[in-house]
Every structure is written in C-alpha cells, then in structure tokens.
C-alpha cells in the first residue's frame, strides 16, 4: 500500500447541518450535497490542500454500507489537525469554529513542544486540532 490518503470521510448525524457548519461556518469549498438520487447515497465533499477531500456522510449510511452497527464517535479514538503559519491563525481558526458552532474543548496556548494549539469539536463530537508548528510550516507557507 502507498502511503497516501485521498479522502477522509467523517460520520454525521444530519448531513445538512454538518455540511453547514464546514461550508458557512469554516468557509471550506464544497458543490455541496450529492448522490442523493441514491439510497443511502447523500455525501458532501470538500476540497482540502494536496488533493486530500474530506467527505462527510451520514453515521447511519455507513453503517449500511459496512455493516457495522452504528456507535457513538469516540472524541479520543482520533484527531484531525489543522496547521497554520501562525499563532494568530490559530486564534483566529479557533473563534471562526467556536461562531458556527463548534465546542472549543481547549483554548489554543504555548504547547510543551514549543507551538501554539487549541482543540475544538464540530456539531458531531469530532475533534480538531489547530495547531501552529514552528517546525512543521503548512504546505505552501
């Protein structure tokens, strides 16, 4: 397997809601709901740096689709990070998520490592990470 990622897709409860919060919200670039014509088919897709699409999806659809029984998100099981080229930028992405919604479970301050972070939940529990790595620049910055 190479080692490369091109979609990340998060379980929601309601598709409309969550495509809401990361397209009105974050200002994240979606065409917005598609394949609806199918049963349990509905998904949004966004389009992230490097190629990567995150995609979101309704919790029951998946289940459907795996066969899995559907469970709660675990906020601990993952995190997703968001680096950026500053510490204002990480203020800055914290109080645009905490405006459309989000849950800020820790305010970005001074990591042990030197950085900047703060985490937030989205509608779902999903956890983000928004971090400022002096060592790790985001792409293009």
Avoid: C
Avoid at 15 to 25: I, S, T
Avoid at 43 to 54: C, N, Q, S, T
Avoid at 85 to 110: C, T
């Amino acid at each position: 397997m190479r080692p490369h990622i091109s979609v990340l897709t998060l379980g929601v409860a309601d598709l409309e809601r969550a495509v809401a919060f990361y397209r009105d919200g974050l200002g994240l670039p979606t065409e917005g709901i598609v394949g609806r014509e199918f049963e349990h088919g509905a998904v949004a897709f966004f389009d992230l740096a490097g190629g990567l699409k995150l995609a979101l999806w309704a919790q029951a659809d998946i289940a459907h689709d795996t066969g899995l029984e559907p469970s709660p998100p675990s906020p601990t099981a993952f995190t997703l990070g968001h680096n950026v080229g500053s510490r204002v930028e990480v203020d800055a992405v914290m109080a645009q998520a905490e405006a459309a919604g989000a849950r800020i479970v820790n305010p970005a301050q001074d990591t042990l490592w030197g950085g900047y972070a703060g985490y937030f939940r989205d509608l779902d529990g999903h956890v983000w990470e928004v971090v400022w790595n002096p060592s790790l620049p985001p792409p293009g910055g």
